[in-house]
């Protein structure tokens, strides 16, 4: 079974600092990959998806993500970060068998301004 | 477009009191449906998932139910609350059942069991 794991519970950077926030998988075939954000008592939104293809991924708010298969790793990078980042972030990973995502425990950022 | 709406917002309950959480979705016909719980502070944990009207599979046993008695409606339940029931509750829809299609969450639920 698939399996991820989100190294970091928390993040503390500075606004304007870059950011990477680490993912990593376990899966023995090709894993469709995902990242999410969630505000405060609020649902999950998207931010970004990787199927095939350009291991870079560009999201939304100037966030992209690299699939490096040899090392099972989708890490989240934003070069400069605003205050508004501040949330938790979840990496998810799916198969090809019909059920739904399985996501990390979460990584909560915050941004000092 | 579509809109997921999830009720209520919150709850606050009684332990060994029954619950129902709802989640309707507009403008899409046939969606996958599912329901996450979120411990506080936690990772997301997938309860149920159900592709079509009257069919819903369990994840994990929580001692919770769900059902899904019209195509645009998924109902959490169980007759007896918990104190670990406590949490966030997502509900979620994809377009079809393939894995690689992204979910879009409702704001949640939180439930808070005393």
């Known amino acids: 079974a698939q399996s991820v794991t989100q190294p970091d519970a928390r993040v503390t950077v500075s606004e304007g600092a870059s950011l990477q926030l680490r993912c990593k998988y376990s899966?023995?075939?090709?894993?469709?990959l995902f990242w999410y954000v969630q505000y405060p008592r609020q649902g999950l939104q998207l931010l970004l998806k990787?199927?095939?293809?350009?291991?870079v991924v560009q999201g939304v708010n100037g966030f992209e993500a690299e699939f490096i298969k040899s090392n099972s790793s989708f890490h989240l990078r934003k070069a400069s970060v605003h205050w508004s980042d501040s949330a938790v972030y979840f990496c998810?990973?799916?198969?090809?068998?019909?059920?739904?995502?399985?996501f990390g425990a979460g990584t909560k950022l915050s941004v000092k301004p | 477009a579509q809109t997921i709406h999830q009720w209520p917002v919150a709850e606050i309950k009684a332990v060994g009191s029954p619950l129902s959480l709802g989640c309707t979705i507009k403008g899409k016909s046939s969606p996958n449906l599912y329901w996450y719980w979120q411990a506080t502070g936690g990772t997301l944990q997938q309860l149920f998932y159900?592709?079509?009207?009257?069919?819903v599979e369990s994840v994990v046993q929580l001692n919770l139910s769900a059902s899904r008695p019209k195509d645009d409606q998924f109902i959490l339940s169980t007759e007896k609350l918990l104190l670990s029931h406590s949490g966030f509750y997502l509900c979620?829809?994809?377009?079809?059942?393939?894995?690689?299609?992204?979910?879009?969450f409702g704001h949640g639920t939180k439930l808070s069991v005393l």
């Open positions: 990787y199927y095939s293809g350009d291991p």
């Open positions: 979620a829809w994809s377009l079809r059942s393939f894995s690689n299609e992204r979910l879009f």
């Open positions: 899966y023995s075939g090709t894993p469709y």
């Open positions: 159900s592709i079509t009207v009257g069919q």
């Open positions: 998810a990973v799916s198969t090809n068998n019909n059920n739904a995502p399985r």
